[in-house]
RNA sequence: GCAAGAAUGGCGGAAUAGGUAGACGCGCUACUUUGAGGGGGUAGUGAAUAUAUAUUCGUGGGAGUUCAAGUCUCCUUUCUUGCACCA
């Protein structure tokens, strides 16, 4: 057994002594940027999930160093976040106690995985020079309109009086004491997102992130065209404006909806005749957390409204409305046109109150709703006939657009971004109410607005941030004309100091400007950004929305950050089952370090799988994998003193180099560790190798097991240290040997196999394969309807 | 409900462009080595039939295209993930 400890100490000290992996701009070289997402430092320390995800990056920056890139790889720490706070509540310290803590743990363990960060680069979105910088373009974010404060209904719990994102609020019910969480109206920070939903979905076009992600983020931005359709409501001067991708079903209209919260109920409560039963449901409507009212999806609710008919533009019917909250008031105009025939919600609901249904699309069942995409249009006046979808939507939406009753509308799922949370542990929002001024904006030579010192953290009674309780930081003076003000107590969401700390990464210790330009410039976008698929909406489109909006206002070089976006799977327990501490099912990379080295664990979390898959952890493969390097180890005896390649294993050789290449630039890492394996088995085979041979091996191995193979290659003289040598390169000539084994097939079963030259013509193979005596027998007596022969590969013989 | 992805031995997983299915590893079996071990080595290991040579079957299920299908087409089942009363 080889002593991984004293050899994964020796080179970790080496690389930390000599600044191995330093990164400066150098315009002579190229450079490769190497993004992983940066973790939150929990108190429970990385487990083996994060130990796949940073050996992978590791091993992408160390190949492609060893490519003669100039790599920036550079790692930090999310590390403001609701648990340093909870936390810090407890015990009455600062969170920035624990979360200093914290990433020590953190870096320690990143270190004792070797990984090849430059560890000058590295900080914590919670430093005040780095949140500078953020609140710093909070205020470009404000000065441009783009952000606003607006009246928000929010997920409230009533025990811990505090507002819960929706994360936090899953279930209906707070993550932390289990109580029933309810929605409360508030006042909000926003950004606007929304305006960028059409840049957000072009931008893609820009990018070479994987298919899953891209979709999701369509999925996300949620795109729909359609119309909005003016109903005028009967014996009044208004109009209800409903939003409709299937104006072609406006004739099967029989009633409509609106959302609880839809202002046309305030307005004409004098009107509703049963107004009282109508509150009834909004109190009711607003009760439910948000979740509730998108779970119960088959039990539909709802109240019509009595004393107000709306009017069909199309035929004039009069046709009842509804309230349920089953329509959002969040999306399109909060109303729709119910066509109870065609859509199955529409259908619920008319079954249930004993609504008319018409049909309008033949060919479904209407006694079921019938999903019709193309069939012949009935009961629909002039679009009766027409037998295709797209042809009805166009004529109704001429006749809408020529009767000034309605008009084209393209709608997003995609909203602005709720900017506030009501948290210490946060980036202040550098803004101040006057009383005279209104909001003002700190002046940013003001910044950075730090959070204050304090020992007490519990959220306030009445919803507001714990801030608002620190009364000498809450009063202020108006920095406009001077008079008391207050501070803005909210503070930003986590999502904030994720989305532009790659930037940082360029030129982190720069106090003038967030990073310089000459730095972006170099640097440019991120080549590789690996992060989860949990990421893959939110963060990512935070991440794009911001980048976007500072390329807009001319401050960064690209408009979109990230060139290409992987997303890895996760590592389960060896039952399968998600790791959790309750299930007792973890694994401790700390233990498996001590147990079989960095490096083994390394090639395992590699070789374990599909990179972009969920994967279950097998201590048995892991000792695998210890095997493999204790052999590699034992290797070094049979070193033998000559250079070169001998006849033997060139071939293997070429193709290995050939194969692990071609695998780390696709991160296929559990085939490249499989091809390193073979050409092991081999090498073990012969009686000897060659220096070369053995550096050969070691090179390619680098990148997964950098410790073991640097001290091998020190102790057997083999050349410069690994990790400031470049890539071995190979012949494509020499990977297929001369001489190639290929299957001969009857009726495509293979009988047998011929070997041949590997330059053998079809012809000559068609020869060799009949001069084979199992061939022989198989055709005897039959015959030979036709030989197929392909070169290197395979030949076929049919027979009758 | 919508969208995307997946299904291969006892297990994790390979298979370039349709061309010898099961690489590599784990586990298991036999032998061997050592004082012992979750140690080292050698050989075997998809299933069935068979003394052996060998034959048949085999990539969730069903059809199809092809000389040839894990791979392509259609249908279908199951699972995973993302979104979800989005009008």
Not at 19 to 34: A, G, L, R
Not at 519 to 530: E, I, S, T
Request: aromatic share 10%.
């Amino acid at each position: 057994m080889y002593n991984f400890k004293k050899i994964e100490k020796k080179w970790q000290e080496h690389w930390d002594k000599n600044n191995t992996f330093k990164t400066e701009i150098d315009n002579d070289k190229k450079k490769f940027y190497m993004l992983v997402e940066f973790p939150y430092p929990s108190g429970e320390g990385l487990h083996v999930g994060h130990g796949r995800v940073y050996t992978a990056s590791d091993v992408q920056a160390r190949f492609r160093r060893a490519l003669g890139f100039n790599v920036l790889f550079p790692m930090g720490w999310d590390s403001f976040g609701s648990p340093a706070e909870h936390y810090a509540i407890q015990n009455h310290i600062h969170p920035k106690e624990a979360v200093t803590r914290n990433i020590e743990v953190f870096r320690g363990q990143m270190k004792s995985l070797g990984l090849s960060v430059d560890w000058n680069r590295e900080f914590a979105t919670t430093d005040p020079d780095y949140y500078k910088w953020t609140q710093w373009q909070f205020l470009q974010f404000y000065k441009h309109g783009m952000a606003y404060k607006a009246k928000k209904d929010i997920n409230w719990c009533p025990n811990c009086k505090i507002g819960l994102s929706n994360e936090d609020a899953s279930g209906g019910v707070c993550e932390r004491c289990g109580t029933k969480v309810v929605q409360k109206e508030k006042e909000q920070w926003m950004l606007r997102m929304s305006d960028y939903a059409e840049e957000l979905l072009d931008g893609l076009e820009d990018t070479k992130f994987n298919n899953r992600t891209k979709i999701a983020q369509v999925n996300w931005i949620g795109k729909s065209t359609g119309a909005e359709v003016d109903f005028s409501l009967k014996g009044l001067d208004d109009k209800l404006k409903i939003y409709t991708t299937r104006c072609d079903t406006l004739f099967g209209v029989t009633f409509m909806v609106i959302a609880p919260e839809h202002p046309l109920i305030e307005k004409y409560k004098d009107r509703i005749k049963n107004i009282k039963e109508v509150s009834e449901y909004q109190e009711q409507a607003k009760s439910k957390s948000e979740f509730e009212r998108t779970e119960l999806v088959k039990d539909k609710t709802g109240v019509c409204l009595d004393g107000i008919v709306a009017i069909n533009p199309v035929n004039n019917k009069e046709i009842p409305i509804w309230i349920s909250d089953y329509v959002m008031m969040s999306y399109g105009t909060g109303a729709i046109m119910a066509v109870p025939a065609h859509d199955q919600r529409d259908y619920d609901f008319a079954k249930k109150y004993g609504i008319d249904i018409i049909e309008v699309i033949k060919g479904g069942d209407i006694s079921k709703c019938a999903y019709t995409e193309d069939g012949e249009m009935v009961n629909s006046g002039f679009l009766n006939g027409i037998t295709n979808k797209k042809d009805s939507i166009e004529k109704m939406l001429d006749y809408l657009v020529e009767k000034k009753i309605g008009k084209r509308k393209t709608n997003y799922r995609l909203q602005d971004w709720i900017f506030s949370r009501q948290r210490f542990w946060g980036e202040p929002i550098p803004i101040v109410n006057c009383p005279k001024c209104g909001y003002v904006p700190l002046d940013e030579k003001d910044l950075p607005l730090l959070l204050p010192d304090v020992a007490e953290y519990e959220p306030t009674d009445n919803g507001e941030s714990p801030l608002a309780k620190i009364s000498e930081w809450v009063n202020t003076t108006c920095p406009k004309c001077g008079g008391a003000a207050t501070r803005e107590t909210d503070t930003m969401p986590n999502w904030a100091g994720s989305s532009w700390y790659w930037l940082r990464y360029m030129d982190p210790h720069n106090a003038r400007e967030f990073a310089s330009k000459e730095a972006m410039n170099y640097f440019g976008k991120v080549d590789l950004y690996d992060g989860g698929m949990e990421h893959a909406t939110r963060h990512l489109l935070y991440a794009r929305f911001w980048n976007q909006f500072l390329y807009n206002i001319g401050l960064v070089p690209n408009k979109e950050p990230f060139e290409v976006r992987i997303s890895h799977g996760m590592i389960l327990a060896s039952d399968g089952e998600k790791m959790s501490k309750s299930k007792g099912n973890t694994v401790n990379p700390n233990e498996m370090i001590r147990n079989y080295g960095a490096d083994a664990l390394r090639t395992y979390e590699m070789f374990i799988g599909d990179y972009s898959k969920d994967a279950s952890w097998s201590e048995n493969g892991l000792r695998g994998c210890f095997k493999f390097l204790n052999r590699v180890y034992t290797l070094k005896d049979k070193v033998n003193e000559k250079n070169g390649y001998s006849e033997e294993l060139e071939t293997i050789i070429h193709k290995t180099i050939k194969k692990v290449t071609e695998d780390l630039t696709n991160l296929d890492y559990n085939t490249a560790v499989s091809a390193l394996m073979i050409l092991l088995n081999e090498m073990e085979k012969s009686s000897s190798i060659t220096k070369d041979e053995y550096r050969v091996l070691l090179q390619l191995l680098n990148p997964i097991a950098p410790h073991i193979t640097e001290e091998l290659n020190e102790e057997c003289k083999l050349g410069e240290e690994l990790s400031k040598s470049s890539w071995p390169i190979y012949d494509e000539d020499k990977t297929v040997s001369e001489k190639v084994e290929i299957g001969v097939q009857i009726n495509g079963k293979l009988r047998d196999t011929i070997t041949v030259l590997k330059s053998s013509s079809k012809e000559e193979l068609e020869q060799e394969a009949l001069k084979s005596e199992i061939i022989k027998k198989w055709i005897e007596g039959k015959e030979i309807v036709k030989v197929i022969a392909v070169p290197g590969r395979i030949v076929n013989i049919v027979i009758k």
